[in-house]
């Protein structure tokens, strides 16, 4: 669907972070899924995006293991979907 498409924007050694506004180096890192456009600075990545990626794999795996529990009666160990 063209509501989707990711708009390509081009990739700078550096440039401006997304999140905090410092300047990042070395090509920055994908903001993802805190923003989906630019891209940000290494501070902002670990302290920002990563926690914030985490949360979000173990939000998910909550998620499904509710469901796996109500409707088999079973669960995956977090191990295994590592
Ligand atoms: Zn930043």
Same mark, same amino acid.
């Given at each position: 669907?063209?509501?989707? #498409?990711?708009?390509? /924007?081009p990739?700078?050694?550096?440039g #401006?972070?997304?999140?905090?506004g ?6 920055g890192n994908?903001?993802?899924? /805190? ?14 995006? /990563? ?6 794999? #173990?939000?998910?795996?909550? #998620? ?19």
């Open positions: 669907m063209e509501k989707n #498409k990711k708009v390509d /924007i990739i700078r050694e550096k #401006k972070c997304c999140l905090c410092e300047i990042y180096e070395h090509y994908n903001p993802a899924p /805190i923003m989906f456009n630019g891209r940000c600075c290494d501070d902002c990545n670990e302290n920002r995006v /990563i926690p914030e990626r985490l949360n979000r794999f #173990k939000d998910a795996y909550i #998620k499904r293991q509710k469901i796996l529990v109500k409707h088999l009666n079973t669960s995956i160990p977090m191990e295994e979907l590592l």
